[in-house]
């Protein structure tokens, strides 16, 4: 296993704006199964508070 220290990251933030360009252009989409949304709710404090609740609720 690989150490990085800690004053490094393990990604830089050039690979993460490509990342997330890749993503916005929709190039990962050809590797997801149709059945995965496309389409997801817009993030708001009450979508939190569900999702909150939600995984509390798994807590064991």
Avoid: C, F, N
Wanted: no cysteine; aromatic share 6%; net charge neutral.
């Amino acid at each position: 296993m690989t150490r990085v220290p800690k004053d490094e990251h393990p990604v830089s933030s050039r690979d993460a704006d490509a990342l997330y360009e890749l993503i916005q252009a929709g190039g990962l989409w050809r590797i997801a199964p149709e059945w995965v949304p496309r389409t997801y709710a817009e993030p708001t404090k009450e979508l939190a508070d569900r999702v909150r609740h939600g995984l509390r609720r798994l807590d064991v």
